[in-house]
Each structure stands twice: as structure tokens, then as C-alpha cells.
């Protein structure tokens, strides 16, 4: 991973690029926690306008895009390609995880700055990547553990995989991110205040640091280590005056 200072001197070097040649650019994937050093910068980078992009909704890892058509006269697309990853003989497969199709790209050597999301349905992957490093990972990744596998293009981008959504109704006190963050994931006050010390919470791609901070519907709120989750806000207030509230919850964005 690299630094945020070499970060930071990457993404200047990728707007400067843009606006002195006329040209698009691009960004490898980012993290979250990368993508929230890139928003550190906006007012830095307020001369060029970007666009960020992960290949499909609600993808986490993301790609910065500087320019726009209105600027450069044309459209260019994000360099984004998505693979699909199954089993050759699903009857004997192993049941496949996130970690055994990272650790199999990994093993090809290929960087992770290159690679998206990664989701799974039904023991098939798919797998967001550089367009650049598609044909390599089809002609390249046919084994993940024991299992031998298949890859071809998705002829078309999935959606988040339903099996992977959860709407959850939660009573809480308020709105409060720490609080909504204590429900969603099972945890106490002080669990959910140490998410915030240690910067693991990120809401709409930004760091945030104020535990105190207000939900509004249709926030993403990623908590690393734990998932993601849009607020989707109030649904009532109860008998005991607790808000009735709903989120929808993405991987293991569920309630413990």
C-alpha cells in the first residue's frame, strides 16, 4: 500500500496530466481508505472535475476518472472489465470464498491497485478488474484452492447479488451514527466509539470522524472489517418514542 503522501503526489500528477493535455485519466482501484485521502484533496483538485466509478453500484473499491465531455469533447469510459469465475465441476468444487479468489489473483502476481470488488454468488465470482489485466486473469487463473476453474468476460454487469442484501429494522434513540452503527452490528457504545478512533468509518467514500454525526436517508456507511450498509431512515416512532428505522445491508453488514 502505498503512503498517503505518495498517494496524494500520484493523484496530483494524474489531475495536472489531464488538465495541461486535454486527456482523460485514471486511478488505480482504491481502497476506502485511499479513496477517503483522495477526497482530502478536493479543494486542492477543485480545477478538474472527476468522477469515481467501481464498476457496478455499491462497489467498494473505485477508480478516479479526471475530466469531462463538457471540457474535452468526447467520452471515454472506465477502463473496468468484469470476469466471471465458476467452477468446471461445480459438484466437486470447494465452497470458494472472497479470501480464495483473492489469494489465487494474488499468487499471479497481479497488483492489487488493479483489482475491484470481488462478489460471489452461487460459488461463482465476479470479478471487477483493470481492462488492461482481463485476458491475462481468463488465460492465466484456473485453479482457486483445489478447485479448476473457468473465466470468461460477464456478458453483462451484475448487480450486488441479492443473496447479499438484508433490510434490517432497528429501533434506536436517535440518528446518530454511532448509535445506528451499535444496532446494525451488534455492538456497545464504546465497540462502536472505537471503530471511529481507529478510522475504520466512512460514510459516502469519506472519512468521519464525529461519532456524533446525524444519519440522513440514503447514506452509505462502510465500517471496515464489518461491511456496509445504506441508511434508509425512518420508518415510525414507537410506543416508548424509539425511532423504527431501516437499513439495507451489503455483505456481512449484518446484525451479530
Known amino acids: 500500500m502505498e503512503t498517503d503522501d505518495l498517494l496524494k503526489k500520484r493523484i496530483r500528477d494524474l489531475a495536472r496530466k489531464c488538465y495541461q493535455n486535454n486527456q482523460y ?10 479513496l ?12 478538474v472535475p472527476y468522477k469515481v466509478c467501481g464498476g457496478s453500484d455499491f462497489c467498494e473499491r473505485v477508480m478516479v476518472r479526471f475530466g469531462r465531455a463538457q471540457d474535452l469533447g468526447y467520452e471515454e469510459e472506465f477502463p473496468i472489465a468484469c470476469i466471471e469465475v ?14 480464495d479468489f483473492l489469494g489465487a489473483l494474488m499468487n499471479l ?6 483489482l475491484g470488488d470481488i462478489w460471489l454468488k452461487d460459488n461463482t465470482g465476479y470479478i471487477f478488474c483493470l481492462e488492461k489485466m482481463a485476458d491475462f486473469i481468463i488465460e492465466n487463473l484456473n485453479k482457486i484452492k483445489h ?14 447479488p441479492a443473496l ?4 434490517l429494522k432497528i429501533q434506536i434513540s436517535s440518528e446518530r451514527i454511532d448509535g445506528v452503527l451499535a444496532k446494525v452490528y451488534g455492538l456497545t457504545r464504546s465497540g462502536a ?30 465500517a471496515r472489517g464489518y461491511g ?8 415510525g416512532i414507537s410506543r416508548k418514542g424509539k425511532i423504527n428505522a431501516a437499513v439495507m445491508c451489503y455483505g456481512r453488514a449484518q446484525k451479530r
Open 86 to 99: 465458476s467452477p468446471l465441476a461445480a459438484k466437486f468444487a470447494d465452497a470458494l470464498t472472497h479470501r
Open 147 to 160: 478447485t479448476s476453474v473457468k473465466c470468461i468476460r460477464a456478458k453483462e454487469v451484475p448487480g450486488l
Open 36 to 47: 477517503a485521502c483522495f477526497y482530502e484533496m478536493e479543494k486542492e483538485l477543485s480545477y
Open 25 to 34: 485519466t485514471f486511478t488505480g482501484f482504491l481502497g476506502l481508505a485511499d
Open 228 to 235: 456496509k450498509f445504506e441508511y434508509l431512515g425512518q420508518q
Open 109 to 114: 502476481g497481479i497488483e492489487r491497485s488493479t
Open 193 to 222: 466509539a472505537d471503530l471511529f478512533r481507529q478510522k475504520k468509518v466512512f460514510v459516502g467514500g469519506r472519512f468521519c470522524e464525529n461519532n456524533s454525526q446525524i444519519l440522513k436517508k440514503g447514506d452509505i456507511i462502510s
Open 164 to 167: 447479499d442484501r438484508q433490510e
